[in-house]
């Protein structure tokens, strides 16, 4: 399998949530921030493209010719 068919929205999402809720403990080292920032940015990136891809798909359907 490829990474993008193993890339799994949901998965991402509740990791977002889960870096969020790191950082709002405000118990996070600098070094640790830096690696949860670049984390939480990079998912974002993947949704992001995830959800045009998905949108894009959605549009075909519909445009699609019989």
């Known amino acids: 399998m490829n990474k993008e068919t193993e890339f ?4 991402a999402v509740k990791r977002i949530e889960e870096i969020i809720t790191e950082l709002e403990a405000d118990e996070t080292s600098i070094d640790e ?5 670049k984390e939480a940015s ?10 045009r891809m998905t949108e894009e798909e959605i549009s075909a359907a519909f445009t699609e010719e019989d």
């Open 42 to 51: 990079s998912l974002v990136k993947s949704c992001k493209g995830k959800l």
């Open 33 to 37: 921030l830096s690696k949860l920032v």
């Open 8 to 11: 799994s929205y949901d998965k």
